[in-house]
């Protein structure tokens, strides 16, 4: 089954349909129709390029931030003494933090704007990823404090991407929004890749401190630049006042929510982000481990980089095909990613490894053409809040998966149940997707606004 998004015709119909939408439909519209059509038009394009840019960089060095303690993990865990379960307790709590923050990350953007929610994590996180080696250090229990501040670093970068698909379906044009998630998504790969190379050198000639505390005090630097240059220096604040005089498309009432559930093509896709998700985030907190056990003598910077160099210029294809095909994506991302996923459970050589997992991630990276743009076209004016919930799913799968890993390693000393578990995983998420996905927008009733014209 294949999904065609004809975005030629829809974006004059969908403006109509948000401003002329009645108050029972979305919220109370009246009192607030001047204020949200001031605050969430369309970009200019040289605008629109300059954020791309940045949004791109701050992926980055969120990624950055992110895997610097897989990267420095087999470090750590041989200076404190750690086992592989307590090695994946400490993985696995970021993703604990990361569930509670999706859905009021893209509820807050809904109504004040993504790019201040942005702005604000961006400073915290960055400066927690900076002061992680002082509580290594000085606390007298490291596997409580990593865990603490695992979880912290979860907590202030979970409204990340919620942020950023909210700000997307507020400030751009809806047939550009593939290619600049695509665009800005591949930030996540070319994060890992500069961390990958970079911070095994740093490690391996300064020790694992020096990774946190780069990547922390660039992050806060491009939180700095934002705050700026492109803010112009206004206080990114977040009041109770300004939550309240939200537009209305974040007044989406309790029944709306629950008729939005109930839709195939959600449930669908939250679901299919689940599973993608999950096992990105197992991939990501366990393959420097892996190398590491399977191939001692390899450098670390060559497979904590080559794979993520492949996904760069793959999940900017992806951005391509999701004008498209978006069930296409998912069927390369989830289906035949799994192939090579399942190949590692035999693999001997380094080499060998090394390419079986370049081309997993790389195909992984075809997710952003078919889960991330599909939830913008089922509900435009919620877009920030259901991917949190989706965001919130996959992040709770994602810590059951990752130490659940740990725990498989410990208990059979092989890796091929890991492969063989994400495998499973994928392959379920991408029988949901085909069985149930569609590009129409289900947030509004059929009989009060218009729907996009699909193929299926």
Request: charged share 10%.
């Amino acid at each position: 089954m294949a999904i065609l998004q004809k975005h030629g015709k829809i974006s004059g119909p969908d403006l109509v349909c948000l401003k002329e939408t009645p108050s029972d439909t979305i919220g109370d519209a009246g009192g607030h129709q001047k204020n949200w059509s001031e605050h969430y038009t369309n970009w200019p394009r040289p605008l629109a390029r300059v954020w791309t840019v940045v949004l791109l960089l701050g992926t980055c060095l969120l990624y950055c931030a992110r895997v610097a303690m897989p990267i420095c993990a087999v470090s750590m865990a041989e200076k404190f003494n750690w086992t592989k379960r307590e090695q994946g307790m400490v993985l696995g709590s970021f993703f604990w933090g990361y569930c509670f923050t999706q859905v009021l990350g893209g509820y807050v953007s809904d109504r004040v704007g993504g790019e201040k929610v942005l702005l604000l994590s961006a400073a915290a996180w960055g400066a927690m990823t900076a002061f992680t080696p002082v509580l290594a250090h000085f606390c007298s229990q490291p596997i409580f404090s990593m865990t603490l501040a695992r979880f912290l670093m979860g907590l202030l970068q979970g409204v990340h991407y919620p942020s950023l698909v909210s700000l997307c379906s507020q400030k751009v044009v809806e047939s550009e929004r593939g290619f600049l998630m695509s665009t800005v998504g591949s930030g996540s790969y070319l994060g890992t890749l500069v961390i990958g190379g970079a911070g095994s050198l740093m490690l391996d000639l300064y020790g694992w401190e020096s990774v946190f505390y780069v990547s922390g005090l660039l992050s806060v630097l491009w939180a700095y630049c934002i705050w700026k240059y492109l803010l112009r220096g206004e206080g990114p604040i977040i009041t109770l006042e300004s939550l309240g005089r939200g537009g209305p498309r974040s007044k989406l009432s309790r029944r709306h929510w629950l008729r939005l559930f109930k839709q195939p093509a959600v449930c669908a896709v939250i679901i299919t982000h689940l599973c993608t998700a999950s096992t990105f985030f197992t991939m990501l907190s366990w393959l420097p481990t892996y190398f590491k056990d399977t191939f001692p003598d390899a450098k670390g910077w060559v497979f904590n980089v080559i794979p993520w160099f492949v996904a760069i210029p793959s999940s900017l294809f992806s951005g391509c095909l999701s004008d498209h095909l978006i069930s296409r994506g998912n069927f390369f991302s989830m289906g035949v990613s799994s192939v090579f996923t399942l190949l590692l459970c035999g693999t001997n050589t380094f080499p060998t490894a090394v390419a079986f997992v370049s081309a997993t991630m790389g195909l992984t990276t075809f997710s952003h053409s078919g889960v991330s743009v599909n939830v913008q076209d089922l509900a435009p004016s919620c877009a920030g809040a259901l991917f949190g919930v989706m965001n919130t799913c996959g992040a709770f799968s994602g810590v059951l998966m990752v130490y659940f890993s740990g725990y498989l390693i410990e208990a059979t000393g092989s890796w091929a149940s890991v492969f063989t578990l994400i495998t499973v995983v994928n392959l379920v998420g991408l029988v949901t997707f085909l069985a149930f996905a569609e590009a129409r927008r289900v947030d509004m009733d059929s009989s009060k606004g218009h729907y996009h014209d699909i193929h299926i």
